[in-house]
Every structure is written in C-alpha cells, then in structure tokens.
C-alpha cells in the first residue's frame, strides 16, 4: 500500500497561487489515480480533483479553471496548482490513490496522506 504525504499548504490571499505536491513511497504511482480531497471546518470531505493512471484529469466545478492536477512518475509524485484562490478555498486537503481509475468517492480510495492546510484570506 503507498504511502502519501502532503505537502504545500500554507496561508494566501485571495487571487494567489499555490502549489499542493502529493509524494508516494512504498510502490509507484504510475498505475494509481490519485485524488485530491479538501474538508472545510465542519464540513464533509469533497472531492477536488483526480487523474487517473492515463493522465485524464477530471475536476469538480467550483475548481475549474482554476486548478490543475498533473503528475511526474520519475519523481512519484503528483501536483495541484491552484490559482485565483477564493476565501472558499480554505480547508485540509488530502491526497488519496486507488488502482487506475478515477473516483469522487471517500470510501473508494485505498491509500490516504494526513492532508495539508490551505487558507486563504481576503
């Protein structure tokens, strides 16, 4: 089972840019689909993003336009760049990995990170 680890996160101001990176150990990543999630307080955990094992990206709409999901096999590790932040951005944000295919669902998803916090201020 990989282990993920988030990194990232930080504090923005509204309309700036950050870069989330997801590094896996303990196998590849090159047959995962790897998701990302976010959990605002008091809220559930929602899917963000995802690109599965054929680099096809999927994002859910409040993000789109916005972020961008990318992967590098070489370094076992996937991105989100996330730009024109909104002060509904803040939450955790995890990364998740299955076998090859996409998901939006918690529950579908074999290998978790401990997340990485993302404010944005306005």
């Known amino acids: 089972q990989l282990q993920l680890v988030e990194s990232g996160g930080g504090l923005v101001q509204f309309g700036g840019s950050l870069r989330l990176s997801c590094a896996a150990s303990?196998?590849?990543?090159?047959?995962?689909?790897i998701a990302w999630f976010r959990q605002a307080l008091g809220k559930g955990r929602e899917a963000v993003s995802c690109?599965?094992?054929?680099?096809?990206?999927t994002y859910a709409d409040s993000v789109k336009g916005r972020f961008t999901i990318s992967r590098d096999n070489a370094k076992n590790t996937v991105y989100l760049q996330m730009n024109s932040l909104k002060p509904e951005d803040t939450a955790f944000y995890y990364c998740?990995?299955?076998?090859?295919?996409?998901?939006?669902?918690?529950?579908?998803?074999?290998?978790w990170g401990r997340g990485t916090h993302v404010t944005v201020s306005s």
């Open positions: 303990g196998g590849t990543l090159e047959y995962s689909a």
């Open positions: 998740a990995a299955q076998l090859y295919y996409c998901s939006t669902y918690v529950s579908d998803f074999d290998s």
């Open positions: 690109i599965d094992s054929s680099n096809v990206a």
